[in-house]
Each structure stands twice: as C-alpha cells, then as structure tokens.
C-alpha cells in the first residue's frame, strides 16, 4: 500500500511532465473557440480607434474532421477467429452493440474525438453503475480533459499498459459530492487537512502534506473553494504480488490461484496428465483513493480481474515517443501548427481594413481664406474623418486655384497586405491536411460511394489520427467485452439476443423417452430451443476471460450507412454484368426495413418451393 507521501510525490512529477502541454492544450482550445488576440494587443488597437478582427479558420477545419467522423460512425464487431467461433461472435457484437446503445458510448467517443483533434489529447473513462441494479451494474463511460488524467511519464504504449500509475484527479468537489462516494466515512470527511491541490507547486504542497504543516500551507482557489472544495486524487497502481498457476501442458489448461496448495489441489481434482505449477510475480490493478492528508479506500480496481488494465482510454490526435527536451511537443492537435498561422491572418486583416479606413478619405485642402469659419469647422468635424482639413495660400501658387484638388486623393489599397493574407489562407490550408475533397461540395451531382471515396481521398494528411481514434475504439471495445459478465445475467442476455436468434442457432428436435423425435399433429418433427445449450454458449462467453484472445477479435464494421448503400449499388452493378448473386444477398444489404427483408425472402422463398412442386 503506497503512502499517502508518495501518491502526491508521483502525482507532482507527472503533473510537471504535463504542465507545459496542459498550457499548450489550453492554447489550443481558445484559438478554436476565437480568442485568438492578447489582450495588450486588443487594447492597444482599441485605443487606435481599430477593432482586433478574428477571421477563425481553425474552427471550420475541426468542424469538418468532426463532421466526417460522426456521418462515418462504424459499429464494434466481434469477429470469430476461426469457423467454430461464428455464434460466440454473433452472440459477443450483438451484446457489444447493446452496451454502445445503452451507454452512448458513441457520442462520447465523438467528444473525445473533438476535443483529441483540437488539442492533441483526451480521455474516455468506463465505470459500472450500481445505482439501480446491485448485482449488475450498467456500464458507462465519461469524457475526460486532459488536466483531470496524470499518467506515469515514463511510458510509452497507447494503451497505457507499462505506467506504474495512472491518477484521476477530480478537483473542487462539494461535501455533499465526497459523502455520495464516501458515505461510511463522514468522520474522515471532517478531518480532512489541505482539502486543495496546488498543481502550480506540487513540491511545496508534497511537503506540507509530508510534514502535516497545514497552517502554513499555501491557499487554493478562493474562499469559498477554500470552505467547501475538495480535491479527489485517485491512484491506480500496480501491485505485484505473488501466484501460482496449475498448468496442464498436455490439454494447455492454467490456472491461477493464490497458493501453492490450491494449485495442487485444482491439479489433483481435474487429473492433469502432464502437471506442472509455475510461480510467478504478476501485477494486479488496485486503486487507492485519497483526500488531503487522509486515504478512503485502498483496493483492486473494480475492474480487475477481468480487465488487466487502467479503466482509461486515451485518444491522442498526433504522437511522437522521441527523446527531446520540449516533450510538449510530442503530442499536438490540428490547432497547434496553426496558430502562428492563424494570427497573421488575423493581423494581416487587421491591417488592411485599417489602412482602407484611413485612406478612404484622405481630407481636404482647400486655397487660404475661401472658407469662413462655421463652413471650415463643419469641414473638419463631418467632412474629413479620418483625414484632415488644410489650406494653401493661392498668391505662394501664383494665383491658381483647381477645385479638383479640393479633395486629397485616397492612396490606393495596399496590394502587400492583401497578398499577406491570401497567402496565410493558402499556408493554413496546406498546414492543416484538410483540403477541398474532405467538402466534397462539388456543383456536380455525385452519388454516395463517390463521395465517400473523394472523402477518404482527402484524409490521407490526417491519417495517423484516424489510425489512434480506430486503436482507442478497439481497447474500448475489448475492454467492453471484458466487462460483459458484470453486466449481463444469462437471462438478460437472451433477452437481448431475441428469441429470433435463439431459435436460429439453438433449436433441436424434441426427443422421446424412445431417443426418437417427438412429431407435431402434422407429422412434422417438433423443434424448441434448447436452452441448456444456451445457457453454456451464453456462460462461456461472460465469463471466459480468454474469449477475446482465442476467440473473437475486436475491430469496426462497415460505415454505417453510406457504406451499406455503396455495396448495394456494387451488388447491383455486378448483378448488371451477369454475376450470379444470390436475391438474399442483395435484399440483405439494402437500406430496407428488416421486417420488409424477411417479407421478401419469404416471398422468394415461397416462389421457389413453388417451382419445385412437380406438375402433375
């Protein structure tokens, strides 16, 4: 069990390792939203009498990625590793795809997406609700910024699975928050010492804490953060410990236990015929939950055993594992190469309508003594903004007096600035990745799968976040498939399955006391569903914790819809060139009601029974 010491002493290095990319993220996050100005800058301009333009093009490129990320939404499937595993993978997605529904999973994963984009970073959380069921939970799943997760800096794998540590810090929350997670601990609640994290100096807070010198410690937030706030820190850690595992080298079975005599006694009562037991050092997930200076829970994480590792999924928008000192930079959103970018445009734009409003009326200049006073006044209050009033003396120009040259003349726009800012759009383009095919707004009418296709096209540039988004979606996805027996009875499950389904893959004759098929009035066999057989099929998948690693993968189906449609359209024009393709195929992948699909191939199928009737 760490000390409460070392948590903060782990949670202050990880947060320095942070700090400049949280700073960075921030950045990002307003140039997308528009603030895109210093203040100083703002003011200094405001003075001038110029208004600070903000021509946001960060916002519409985030917008488009978004927007093709949530039109392509593709759904988790299982796929069976060989033949025999077909049911254990229809039955695993069918139950996969209901959690995605219940939890709406997908709409946070499209934040995470957003917010990944925008700044490079952020995470996905999956936790079991008891509320309403105490035996099985529900599973959702919460969206995290980047400045709530700390993990060990010294790791690499984007599954997270070689940091020491992961913290989940949860800032400012109410009294009547930390009672709802802590409700035997009111008495530790009151006790409490520097309810606050000082993340701007972790190494002054980590020894306070270490010396219990709360009254000198320094202050948090305001006052009234300071009377009610309290900061969560939760610590997951891996704790080694010690197994030993019976392992059976003839049938390849192992299993782990707690002792040596467990293991001899599983090998004595399943008759190993090549027995062996393995000690091992292995590292379970354990949580250990912490509030100032005192510790409310230090325990496996709720998802271990049958989750290996941290319950947090990361979605990082472009990554790099080098070795360099400015390691903020290792991880960067669309935003990050394009603010500098996007404030010269700014700036560019700023300066050519500020040039265009001081050049459209130059002023007036008119021959000394030809106006009275009111007139020359009236001149100079209306006529003149923002150019000037002046006069000439006519006997210095011998006499002369043009009336064309009353006006000043306006000097022309200049064409630099507005090559300046041509040029920032074109480099802002070219910067992002994004590019016109991603629009696919050409006037020419195009179908769908042509789109589509111009679409991906166009994503070649961003690539590599794509690839990150898909790995994130797959951990989640098995991590999802891990959790199923927490979150399904067999009962519950067949519910979800259908009895559709059951009927299909489960139904058998009904056998006599003879082991003869019992017949129906009509002759015909009677076929029920066994339900013995379901109830296996169902309890292997649960509860085997190697079902997704010799079992089922998991991975991402089709695009929803404008791939359905695009295989219908290339089944049709197969169909249109003589390939014999089977009606159920074509029916299949239309975008038609699934009730109308089986009235359909009932009707064909009645057609055909029909054609082979012998004609008398």
Same mark, same amino acid.
């Given at each position: 069990?760490?000390?409460?010491?070392?948590? +903060?002493?782990?949670?202050?290095?990880?947060?320095?390792? &942070?700090?400049?990319?949280?700073?960075?993220?921030?950045?990002?996050?307003?140039?997308?939203l528009g603030k895109q100005w210093e203040p100083e800058d703002v003011e200094t301009?405001?003075?001038?009498?110029?208004?600070?333009?903000?021509?946001?093009?960060?916002?519409?490129?985030?917008?488009?990625?978004?927007?093709?990320?949530?039109?392509?939404?593709?759904?988790?499937?299982?796929?069976?590793?060989?033949?025999?595993?077909?049911?254990?993978?229809?039955?695993?997605?069918?139950?996969?795809?209901?959690?995605?529904?219940?939890?709406?999973?997908? #709409?946070?994963?499209?934040?995470?997406?957003?917010?990944?984009?925008?700044?490079?970073?952020?995470?996905?959380?999956?936790?079991?609700?008891?509320?309403?069921?105490?035996?099985?939970?529900?599973?959702?799943?919460?969206?995290?910024?980047?400045?709530?997760?700390?993990?060990?800096?010294?790791?690499?794998?984007?599954?997270?699975?070689?940091?020491?540590?992961?913290? #989940?810090?949860?800032?400012?929350?109410?009294?009547?928050?930390?009672?709802?997670?802590?409700?035997?601990?009111?008495?530790?609640?009151?006790?409490?010492?520097?309810?606050?994290?000082?993340?701007?100096?972790?190494?002054?807070?980590?020894?306070?804490?270490?010396?219990?010198? +709360?009254?000198? !410690?320094?202050?948090?937030?305001?006052?009234?953060?300071?009377?009610?706030?309290?900061?969560?820190?939760?610590?997951?850690?891996?704790?080694?410990?010690?197994?030993?595992?019976?392992?059976?080298?003839?049938?390849?079975?192992?299993?782990?236990?707690?002792?040596?005599?467990?293991?001899?006694?599983?090998?004595?009562?399943?008759?190993?015929?090549?027995?062996?037991?393995? $000690? #091992?050092?292995?590292?379970?997930?354990?949580?250990?939950?912490?509030?100032?200076?005192?510790?409310?829970?230090?325990?496996?994480?709720?998802?271990?055993?049958?989750?290996?590792?941290?319950?947090?999924?990361?979605?990082?928008?472009?990554?790099?594992?080098?070795?360099?000192?400015?390691?903020?930079?290792?991880?960067?959103?669309?935003?990050?190469?394009?603010?500098?970018?996007?404030?010269?445009?700014? $700036?560019?734009?700023?300066?050519?309508?500020?040039?265009?409003?001081? *050049?459209?009326?130059?002023?007036?200049?008119?021959?000394?003594?030809?106006?009275?006073?009111?007139? /020359?006044?009236?001149?100079?209050?209306?006529?003149?903004?923002?150019?000037?009033?002046?006069?000439?003396?006519?006997?210095? =120009?011998?006499?002369?007096?043009?009336?064309?040259?009353?006006?000043?003349?306006?000097?022309?726009?200049?064409?630099?600035? /507005?090559?300046?800012?041509?040029?920032?759009?074109?480099?802002?383009?070219?910067?992002?990745?994004?590019?016109?095919?991603?629009?696919?707004?050409?006037? &020419?009418?195009?179908?769908?799968?042509?789109?589509?296709? #111009?679409?991906?096209?166009?994503?070649?540039?961003?690539?590599?976040?794509?690839?990150? +988004?898909?790995? =994130?979606?797959?951990?989640?996805?098995?991590?999802?498939?891990?959790?199923?027996?927490?979150?399904?009875?067999?009962? *519950?499950?067949?519910?979800?399955?259908?009895?559709?389904?059951?009927s299909e893959h489960f139904s058998g004759p009904v056998l006599g006391e003879d082991?003869?098929?019992?017949?129906?009035?009509?002759?015909?066999?009677?076929?029920?569903?066994?339900?013995?057989?379901?109830?296996?099929?169902?309890?292997?998948?649960?509860?085997?914790?190697?079902?997704?690693?010799?079992?089922?993968?998991?991975?991402?189906?089709?695009?929803?819809?404008?791939?359905?449609? !695009?295989?219908?359209? *290339?089944?049709?024009?197969?169909?249109?060139?003589?390939?014999?393709?089977?009606?159920?195929?074509?029916?299949?992948?239309?975008?038609?009601?699934?009730?109308?699909?089986?009235?359909?191939?009932?009707?064909? !199928?009645?057609?055909?029974?029909?054609?082979?009737?012998? &004609?008398?």
């Open positions: 069990m760490p000390k409460i010491e070392k948590i +903060y002493a782990d949670f202050a290095i990880s947060s320095k390792a &942070q700090s400049k990319l949280l700073r960075e993220i921030e950045k990002d996050f307003e140039f997308a301009l405001r003075k001038a009498g110029v208004k600070a333009l903000t021509i946001n093009r960060i916002k519409p490129m985030i917008k488009i990625i978004t927007g093709i990320e949530r039109q392509s939404r593709s759904d988790l499937i299982a796929f069976p590793e060989g033949g025999e595993d077909v049911i254990r993978s229809e039955i695993s997605t069918r139950l996969l795809k209901n959690v995605v529904k219940l939890s709406r999973v997908d #709409k946070k994963l499209s934040d995470q997406f957003k917010e990944g984009m925008t700044g490079g970073l952020c995470y996905c959380e999956g936790f079991l609700d008891y509320t309403y069921n105490l035996i099985n939970g529900s599973m959702k799943f919460r969206k995290l910024n980047a400045n709530r997760i700390f993990p060990d800096p010294d790791g690499e794998e984007y599954d997270l699975s070689d940091r020491r540590f992961v913290i #989940k810090y949860s800032p400012n929350l109410t009294r009547d928050q930390v009672l709802e997670l802590f409700p035997e601990d009111e008495d530790k609640i009151d006790k409490v010492g520097m309810r606050r994290v000082d993340l701007k100096d972790m190494d002054a807070f980590v020894e306070h804490i270490q010396k219990r010198d +709360y009254e000198n !410690a320094p202050e948090v937030g305001d006052a009234k953060e300071r009377s009610n706030g309290y900061d969560l820190v939760e610590y997951y850690y891996k704790n080694w410990v010690t197994k030993y595992f019976a392992v059976d080298r003839e049938s390849g079975t192992i299993k782990e236990t707690d002792s040596k005599e467990e293991a001899e006694k599983f090998i004595e009562e399943n008759e190993f015929e090549d027995p062996h037991i393995l $000690k #091992k050092q292995i590292p379970e997930i354990w949580l250990q939950q912490v509030i100032g200076d005192q510790e409310f829970t230090d325990e496996v994480a709720w998802s271990y055993p049958r989750w290996k590792f941290y319950p947090f999924f990361q979605f990082i928008g472009e990554q790099m594992t080098v070795d360099i000192k400015d390691t903020d930079l290792l991880i960067q959103g669309i935003t990050r190469g394009l603010r500098d970018l996007q404030e010269e445009l700014n $700036k560019r734009r700023t300066q050519e309508l500020r040039h265009l409003n001081s *050049t459209a009326n130059s002023g007036w200049m008119f021959p000394k003594g030809a106006l009275d006073r009111r007139t /020359k006044d009236r001149f100079k209050q209306f006529g003149s903004s923002p150019g000037f009033v002046g006069e000439y003396d006519t006997s210095k =120009t011998g006499g002369v007096v043009n009336p064309e040259t009353f006006r000043i003349r306006p000097a022309p726009l200049s064409t630099g600035h /507005k090559e300046l800012a041509a040029e920032s759009e074109k480099d802002i383009k070219e910067s992002s990745g994004i590019n016109p095919d991603l629009l696919a707004n050409d006037s &020419q009418s195009q179908s769908g799968r042509a789109i589509l296709l #111009k679409q991906r096209q166009g994503l070649v540039m961003v690539q590599e976040s794509l690839d990150n +988004y898909s790995e =994130t979606k797959q951990i989640l996805g098995r991590f999802i498939l891990s959790q199923l027996g927490e979150i399904y009875t067999v009962e *519950t499950a067949s519910r979800v399955l259908g009895d559709a389904f059951l082991n003869q098929p019992v017949l129906n009035e009509d002759g015909s066999p009677k076929i029920v569903v066994n339900a013995d057989d379901v109830g296996m099929m169902i309890n292997q998948i649960l509860n085997d914790a190697s079902l997704g690693k010799y079992d089922v993968s998991i991975g991402e189906g089709a695009y929803a819809e404008t791939t359905r449609l !695009a295989n219908f359209v *290339t089944l049709m024009e197969m169909t249109d060139k003589g390939i014999p393709i089977p009606p159920d195929v074509i029916i299949e992948e239309s975008a038609l009601a699934e009730s109308q699909k089986k009235k359909i191939m009932a009707a064909i !199928a009645a057609a055909q029974q029909a054609q082979d009737i012998p &004609q008398e």
